[in-house]
C-alpha cells in the first residue's frame, strides 16, 4: 500500500535508516517514475504487464498523456550526508551556533547531524 501510495502522489519517499553492507548507514530513495508523450499502449519494451494490484496510480493520464513506467531507487549514504552538511554548517560551528538535523518521521534520538 505505501508503494501505490507513493506512486499515486508522485513523490519519492525515503526508507531507513539502514545499515549498508559495507557497516555504514543510511537510506533508500525511492521514486516513481512517469513518461510523458507517450500513447496509452506504450509497453517500453518491458517483458511483462504492470501488477494489476496498483490499480488507477499506475494507469494512462490521458489529460498528461503520461504512464507509470516504474521506480527508482538510490542509496544515499547517511555518513556522506553529514560530512556535506558538517562542511557547509561549519561557518554557523565557527560563530557559535549549535545545531541539529532531524528527519520529520524519525525516533526522538535519531540525529542526523549536529
Given at each position: 500500500q505505501q508503494v501505490i501510495e507513493m506512486i499515486r502522489k508522485?513523490?519519492?519517499t525515503l526508507?531507513?535508516?539502514?545499515?549498508?553492507?559495507q557497516g555504514g548507514s543510511g537510506?533508500?530513495?525511492y521514486t516513481p517514475i512517469f513518461v510523458s508523450g507517450v500513447e496509452p499502449n506504450?509497453?517500453?519494451?518491458?517483458?511483462d504487464?504492470?501488477?494489476?494490484?496498483?490499480?488507477a496510480p499506475c494507469s494512462y493520464n490521458v489529460t498528461s498523456r503520461t504512464k507509470f513506467w516504474g521506480i527508482a531507487s538510490a542509496?544515499?549514504?547517511?555518513?556522506?550526508?553529514?560530512?556535506?552538511?558538517?562542511?557547509?554548517?561549519?561557518?554557523l560551528?565557527?560563530?557559535?551556533?549549535?545545531?541539529e538535523i532531524r528527519g520529520l518521521d524519525?525516533?526522538?534520538?535519531?540525529?542526523?547531524?549536529?
Open positions: 508522485n513523490a519519492t526508507l531507513g535508516p539502514i545499515d549498508d553492507i537510506f533508500i530513495a506504450a509497453t517500453f519494451n518491458l517483458p504487464p504492470l501488477d494489476p494490484v496498483c490499480g542509496l544515499v549514504s547517511l555518513d556522506g550526508l553529514r560530512e556535506v552538511l558538517s562542511a557547509r554548517l561549519a561557518p560551528e565557527s560563530l557559535g551556533f549549535r545545531y524519525f525516533a526522538f534520538d535519531t540525529v542526523i547531524a549536529a
